[in-house]
């Protein structure tokens, strides 16, 4: 194995990780920007309700997406295994 297929694997595992990540990160951050807001505009600083509602989205996130996250790694996975094998 040279360089290049080394450089290419770890060029793909950051890809799958952005994938995979970035869904429920930006959903996250935009649930916390939205309830930040609404909690400063109330004056009501209960830091359960960010929690709770980051809790939910996340949660719904990976019922919604997790069968294509688990596609998307497994696909990854039986790359790298292939690779190995020749």
Known sequence: MDLA?????????VGVALRLGGPV?????LVGVIVAVFQAVTQIHEQSIGFM?????????????????????QDFTL?????IAS
Do not use: C, P, Q
């Open 25 to 29: 990160l930006i959903l996250t951050m």
């Open 53 to 73: 509602l980051k809790l939910i989205v996340v949660v719904g996130v990976l019922l919604i997406g997790g069968g294509w996250m688990l596609e998307t790694l």
């Open 79 to 83: 790359s790298l295994f292939e690779l």
């Open 5 to 13: 297929n080394v450089s290419d694997m770890l060029r793909d595992a």
